[in-house]
């Protein structure tokens, strides 16, 4: 098939607009947080940069962004590794046991259902029931609430996995003497590591940058990077420079993790399209 010049021109186009639209905005930040506060007032341009806002952020001594990046990275490992294991079981016993199949549509149903509702709808209880047990303003009671919200997406990649691996891989095990148990661990699940990556990835990513829940759950010792940055616009004063310097920080490790998982990212979302 043949496609004429003038296609080819638009799809090239359709891409660099939406490069631009991506790159811009980020480049326009790393701008701004090498300038001092009077250049960005001023709208200074062309400008001498300046690491000072940098300092700032992770050596002022006013700064809690050491402290709060412990606390998301924290949070978002510890809920990652929680989703894997209970989405990877959850998904293996869903594709692979014998369930009713009004049980398991009822389920996955339900989990679809769950994953549309807007997280922040779900603030309002979780505010009185941790106020009542005590979970408020701790990272245990946070780490919860990051598990809830990543589970379904991750029980959806891995049945997606667990979907394109032959059942007779497990039966040949199991005639060789394995155990079910032991035919997971050894057979099944290390044909599942793209899809395992890839959840794990995303999981971690939508933690470690989830702002709506944090903002309500968590008070200044707790606080995560998202909330962290928003405080840097305060009643009176907006320190631009040192917001801009706390939003390229966090999000370099989002973008390594995006950058080195990317192709696994692809092949566990496209799992299953094509046979």
Not at 93 to 105: A, H
């Amino acid at each position: 098939m043949v496609r004429s010049p003038w296609k080819i021109f638009g799809i090239w186009l359709l891409v660099v607009v939406a490069l631009v639209g991506v790159v811009a905005p980020f480049i326009w930040i790393v701008g701004v947080s090498l300038k001092y506060q009077i250049q960005i007032l001023m709208a200074q341009f062309p400008f001498d940069p300046t690491w000072f806002n940098y300092r700032e952020v992770l050596f002022g001594k006013s700064s809690e962004f050491l402290l709060n990046a412990r606390n998301s990275l924290i949070v978002a490992l510890i809920s990652t590794a929680c989703v894997l294991v209970v989405g990877t079981l959850a998904a293996y016993s869903l594709s692979w046991r014998r369930w009713s199949p009004l049980f398991s549509s009822v389920f996955l149903a339900w989990t679809l259902i769950f994953n549309i509702i807007p997280p922040i709808t779900l603030v309002g209880p979780w505010f009185l029931i941790f106020r009542e047990l005590g979970l408020y303003n701790t990272l245990f009671g946070l780490t919860l609430t990051h598990i809830v919200i990543n589970l379904p997406m991750t029980i959806w990649l891995m049945m997606t996995a667990f979907g394109n691996i032959p059942r007779e891989l497990e039966q040949a095990a199991i005639i060789d003497g394995c155990r079910r148990t032991t035919a997971f661990r050894r057979v099944l699940l290390p044909l599942t590591t793209p899809g395992l990556i890839a959840s794990g990835l995303l999981a971690f990513v939508f933690s470690w940058s989830e702002f709506g829940i944090a903002l309500n759950l968590t008070a200044t010792e707790t606080m995560t990077i998202p909330v962290a940055i928003a405080n840097y616009a305060g009643q009176y004063e907006i320190r631009h420079g040192e917001m801009a310097a706390a939003s390229v920080l966090s999000a370099v490790p989002a973008i390594i993790l995006m950058f080195v998982g990317q192709k696994f990212i692809v092949r566990g979302l496209t799992a299953g399209a094509v046979k």
